[in-house]
């Protein structure tokens, strides 16, 4: 079917602006704005056949947003979560395209098991896809053979995290920084100084000076210090072999005297982004939300939360992924720090949630969340509401105000860390490659994504 979005506030490349848009054949055939022009309705160009108007007047269009960080579980994990519902929980929140994660059972750390997650997505998801390829100490010839323009990236775990792929050999590191042909995205702790913090917790929780059941413990076993010495590791060795490097979920201040804001990020070989979560929470709110807020890296102080936050602003920061990663319900909400899994679903309210920040305007958000993500990966004809881009597109009701509950979580882990925490937005209808995959509240579970092409025309990322 082909749609006509009327009188919509299309929010795109820094600015609002009302228009008409059209899609035909799964992409954005145009834009009529209607400060210029007249609209649809009294112009003389011909509509296609079968073309369905939806009115979205009072409510913003802006692309379909492109989560580069996420969970999904499958395989081996889904009874956590799966491609099939958290892609629906995706498009729920507006976004059109995800990026997924190695950590999963097996680890996708071969051509082949890479593969056969694009097989899984291609029968089950909503939204369209990419997945990373997990490095290890030993898997440099499988990253060597990656087809660059089909894969969005290379995933590294410089410190341990769910799944346990943490790379600890310098040899590796070297090698992999300095030949891997593609983006670099980095989850950066040191492991040894976490190591140190955990076992001085257990000391005190044998002496009785601490408790196992004391959540904000977490926030000081990794610490700052953990984040940024293995930031400032992986950033060294960027320079110094001109890999592009993405450093994941930054949750520090210290962190970004690492980063830049001085040249266009599309000219920048390290890059960053950070999630809601870091900037909507800190560790004063541990005592309220206990361990449904354990993450890793942990939520950290006030301080740096503003600091990101400014950092978004100023462009230090460049993109925000929502780092969605489903735990039953048993896994987290246990008595000790020791059993408790670290993370916890957001992807169907991250756009919410960044709306919900005072300072944030739309046209930043949708940079951060949008147009980033595909200037940064270099994904083909999205991120961007252009005409000839496909039609990846949300519908954004700014005043629908609502607060977030366990009922209406569409994750199969079937709660949230945000239970209670107010939003004055909704994504009413996503659309993804012209199809209207979600609309108030209702899914078309009969469509489809696409695999996410990377325009990557030189064949290497040095």
Same mark, same amino acid.
């Given at each position: 079917?082909?749609?006509?979005?009327?009188?919509?506030?299309?929010?795109?490349?820094?600015?609002?602006?009302?228009?008409?848009?059209?899609?035909?054949? &799964?992409?954005?055939?145009?834009?009529?704005?209607?400060?210029?022009?007249?609209?649809?309705?009294?112009?003389?160009?011909?509509?296609?056949?079968?073309?369905?108007?939806?009115?979205?007047?009072?409510?913003?269009?802006?692309?379909?947003?492109?989560?580069?960080?996420?969970?999904?579980?499958?395989?081996?994990?889904?009874?956590?979560?799966?491609?099939?519902?958290?892609?629906?929980?995706?498009?729920?929140?507006?976004?059109?395209?995800?990026?997924?994660?190695?950590?999963?059972?097996?680890?996708? #750390?071969?051509?082949?098991?890479?593969?056969?997650?694009?097989?899984?997505?291609?029968?089950?998801?909503?939204?369209?896809?990419?997945?990373?390829?997990?490095?290890?100490?030993?898997?440099?010839?499988?990253?060597?053979?990656?087809?660059?323009?089909?894969?969005?990236?290379?995933?590294?775990?410089?410190?341990?995290?769910?799944?346990?792929?943490?790379?600890?050999?310098? #040899?590796?590191?070297?090698?992999?920084?300095?030949?891997?042909?593609?983006?670099?995205?980095?989850?950066?702790?040191?492991?040894?100084?976490?190591?140190?913090?955990?076992?001085?917790?257990?000391?005190?929780?044998?002496?009785?000076?601490?408790?196992?059941?004391?959540?904000?413990?977490?926030?000081?076993?990794?610490?700052?210090?953990?984040?940024?010495?293995?930031?400032?590791?992986?950033?060294?060795?960027?320079?110094?072999?001109?890999?592009?490097?993405?450093?994941?979920? #930054?949750?520090?201040?210290?962190?970004?005297?690492?980063?830049?804001?001085?040249?266009?990020?599309?000219?920048?070989?390290?890059?960053?982004?950070?999630?809601?979560?870091?900037?909507?929470?800190?560790?004063?709110?541990?005592?309220?939300?206990?361990?449904?807020?354990?993450?890793?890296?942990?939520?950290?102080?006030?301080?740096?939360?503003?600091?990101?936050?400014?950092?978004?602003?100023?462009?230090?920061?460049?993109?925000?992924?929502?780092?969605?990663?489903?735990?039953?319900?048993?896994?987290?909400?246990?008595?000790?720090?020791?059993?408790?899994?670290?993370?916890?679903?957001?992807?169907?309210?991250?756009?919410?949630?960044?709306?919900?920040?005072?300072?944030?305007?739309?046209?930043?958000?949708?940079?951060?969340?949008?147009?980033?993500?595909?200037?940064?990966?270099?994904?083909?004809?999205?991120?961007?509401?252009?005409?000839?881009?496909?039609?990846?597109?949300?519908?954004?009701?700014?005043?629908?105000? &609502?607060?977030?509950?366990?009922?209406?979580?569409?994750?199969?882990? &079937?709660?949230?860390?945000?239970?209670?925490?107010?939003?004055?937005?909704?994504?009413?209808?996503?659309?993804?490659?012209?199809?209207?995959?979600?609309?108030?509240?209702?899914?078309?579970?009969?469509?489809?994504?696409?695999?996410?092409?990377?325009?990557?025309?030189?064949?290497?990322?040095?």
């Amino acid at each position: 079917m082909n749609y006509l979005i009327k009188n919509a506030s299309v929010v795109n490349e820094e600015e609002i602006f009302r228009a008409d848009v059209l899609v035909r054949d &799964g992409l954005i055939a145009d834009i009529v704005r209607l400060e210029d022009s007249p609209s649809y309705d009294s112009c003389s160009m011909d509509l296609p056949s079968g073309v369905r108007i939806i009115d979205a007047t009072g409510k913003y269009l802006i692309p379909g947003i492109i989560d580069e960080h996420v969970h999904f579980r499958e395989p081996g994990l889904t009874a956590k979560a799966d491609i099939a519902s958290e892609s629906r929980a995706a498009v729920a929140g507006g976004v059109t395209s995800f990026m997924d994660m190695p950590n999963t059972q097996p680890q996708t #750390v071969t051509r082949q098991f890479l593969e056969d997650k694009f097989d899984l997505a291609s029968q089950k998801s909503l939204a369209n896809y990419s997945f990373y390829l997990g490095a290890t100490n030993d898997n440099i010839s499988e990253i060597l053979g990656l087809d660059i323009d089909k894969v969005c990236g290379v995933k590294l775990f410089m410190g341990s995290s769910t799944g346990n792929m943490l790379v600890d050999s310098r #040899v590796a590191l070297e090698t992999l920084f300095r030949e891997t042909p593609c983006l670099i995205a980095a989850h950066c702790e040191d492991e040894g100084i976490i190591r140190h913090n955990i076992e001085s917790f257990r000391a005190a929780v044998a002496t009785g000076e601490a408790t196992v059941g004391d959540p904000s413990v977490h926030s000081r076993i990794r610490n700052g210090e953990a984040c940024y010495r293995s930031a400032a590791y992986a950033v060294d060795l960027a320079h110094r072999t001109g890999a592009r490097l993405h450093l994941l979920h #930054v949750s520090t201040a210290a962190e970004l005297k690492l980063l830049r804001n001085d040249i266009p990020m599309a000219e920048k070989k390290i890059t960053a982004e950070t999630c809601p979560h870091y900037l909507l929470l800190d560790e004063s709110r541990y005592a309220e939300l206990g361990f449904a807020m354990k993450c890793n890296p942990a939520i950290k102080s006030a301080e740096d939360r503003s600091a990101l936050t400014d950092a978004l602003h100023t462009g230090k920061i460049d993109t925000v992924g929502t780092d969605h990663a489903p735990h039953l319900k048993e896994e987290k909400f246990t008595d000790s720090y020791f059993t408790s899994k670290s993370g916890f679903p957001s992807i169907q309210h991250g756009f919410d949630l960044m709306h919900s920040i005072p300072s944030m305007s739309m046209p930043e958000i949708v940079r951060l969340m949008c147009h980033n993500p595909a200037t940064l990966y270099r994904i083909d004809g999205r991120g961007f509401i252009r005409k000839g881009y496909h039609a990846d597109l949300a519908i954004v009701d700014p005043d629908c105000s &609502g607060s977030i509950s366990d009922e209406s979580e569409f994750s199969k882990c &079937g709660w949230s860390p945000y239970c209670g925490f107010r939003t004055d937005s909704r994504v009413t209808h996503t659309f993804v490659n012209g199809n209207l995959v979600f609309e108030n509240g209702k899914f078309n579970d009969g469509y489809r994504g696409e695999r996410l092409v990377f325009n990557r025309p030189d064949g290497t990322e040095h």
